[in-house]
């Protein structure tokens, strides 16, 4: 496995409890791996620990078998990449240089980008379909257009390991199944690919294995169909749920509205 995650915990400096405790999972490489679970159960907390940018309050993580905190940043940042759900820019850089900058860890120190990773920044911009923004200020994208340019910054820092939080929370239906597409060819090519989300049918698309995140721990892991159930998602979500299986469409997640008292009564799954 590339990533390993050994009885993993951790709390916020001061806090009085944990955010989560006593995770253990894997990762390979070709692999993606989604975690669902509700709002405020550690998600977002445990992908910057998988990325390096938080350390553990006990347990550990392993990188291609080292412990994530004996690597340096540029051997971390060679290897991971992440892509966090909201990214507030400090300066109006342009959206090319904001691609470009995920050639930094390749870079050494004052050393200016070389004519390769122009190339490598040039084919990221092409491969999402965003080269009409190239000379546009990053600062000044709209929240979807800028998830798209943080991903072609991934792709530019060509990663062994992709740490993605709900990569696709702020993008249109079109954009949403242009960077699941992504995220299958980029398992196909060898990177293991880590990402939470919201959205269970999101899962059934990409994954290879699922992990449900609820009380601050990891209930289930497993293939999508195994372990994303009608009793899971109700427990976790709180909401009224069927599945719709198809052997040749997969399976699809469906709320179940009662369309004659409105949206916001649910009917029980056997009503």
């Given at each position: 496995?590339?990533?390993?995650?050994?009885?993993?915990?951790?709390?916020?400096?001061?806090?009085?409890?944990?955010?989560?405790?006593?995770?253990?999972?894997?990762?390979?490489?070709?692999?993606?791996l989604?975690?669902?679970?509700?709002?405020?159960?550690?998600?977002?907390?445990?992908?910057?620990?998988?990325?390096?940018?938080?350390?553990?309050?006990?347990?550990?993580?392993?990188?291609?078998?080292e412990?994530?905190?004996?690597?340096?940043?540029?051997?971390?940042?060679?290897?991971?990449?992440?892509?966090?759900?909201?990214?507030?820019?400090?300066?109006?850089?342009?959206?090319?240089?904001?691609?470009?900058?995920?050639?930094?860890?390749?870079?050494?120190?004052?050393?200016?980008?070389?004519?390769?990773?122009?190339?490598?920044?040039?084919?990221?911009?092409?491969?999402?379909?965003?080269?009409?923004?190239?000379?546009?200020?990053y600062?000044?994208?709209?929240?979807?257009?800028?998830?798209?340019?943080?991903?072609?910054?991934?792709?530019?820092?060509?990663?062994?390991?992709?740490?993605?939080?709900?990569p696709?929370?702020?993008?249109?239906?079109?954009?949403?199944?242009?960077?699941?597409?992504?995220?299958?060819?980029?398992?196909?090519?060898?990177?293991?690919?880590?990402?939470?989300?919201?959205?269970?049918?999101?899962?059934?698309?990409?994954?290879?294995?699922?992990?449900?995140?609820?009380?601050?721990?990891?209930?289930a892991?497993?293939?999508?169909?195994?372990?994303?159930?009608?009793?899971?998602l109700?427990?976790?979500?709180?909401?009224?749920?069927?599945?719709?299986?198809?052997?040749?469409?997969g399976?699809?997640?469906v709320?179940?509205?009662?369309?004659?008292?409105?949206?916001?009564?649910?009917?029980?799954?056997?009503?």
């Amino acid at each position: 496995m590339i990533l390993e995650v050994h009885k993993a915990g951790f709390a916020y400096p001061g806090s009085s409890g944990t955010v989560f405790n006593g995770i253990s999972l894997s990762v390979g490489a070709g692999e993606v791996l989604c975690i669902l679970g509700p709002n405020g159960v550690g998600k977002t907390s445990l992908l910057k620990c998988l990325s390096g940018l938080l350390p553990l309050t006990e347990g550990k993580i392993s990188c291609k078998g080292e412990n994530i905190l004996a690597l340096s940043r540029t051997q971390v940042a060679r290897t991971i990449a992440h892509v966090p759900q909201l990214h507030n820019p400090v300066f109006a850089y342009s959206v090319y240089d904001t691609v470009l900058m995920g050639r930094t860890p390749y870079l050494g120190f004052f050393s200016p980008p070389r004519q390769s990773d122009r190339v490598i920044t040039e084919q990221a911009i092409d491969s999402l379909g965003i080269a009409h923004l190239a000379e546009k200020a990053y600062s000044e994208l709209s929240g979807g257009e800028r998830q798209l340019v943080l991903f072609a910054r991934v792709l530019a820092q060509q990663p062994e390991i992709i740490v993605l939080d709900e990569p696709t929370s702020h993008l249109d239906y079109g954009n949403q199944l242009k960077i699941l597409s992504l995220i299958r060819n980029l398992a196909r090519s060898r990177t293991a690919i880590v990402m939470t989300s919201h959205n269970p049918d999101h899962a059934f698309m990409v994954a290879d294995r699922v992990g449900i995140m609820f009380n601050g721990a990891i209930a289930a892991v497993g293939a999508p169909e195994e372990v994303i159930t009608v009793e899971i998602l109700q427990e976790i979500y709180g909401v009224a749920v069927t599945l719709l299986r198809n052997d040749g469409f997969g399976s699809m997640c469906v709320p179940v509205f009662n369309k004659y008292a409105g949206n916001a009564k649910l009917w029980r799954n056997n009503e």
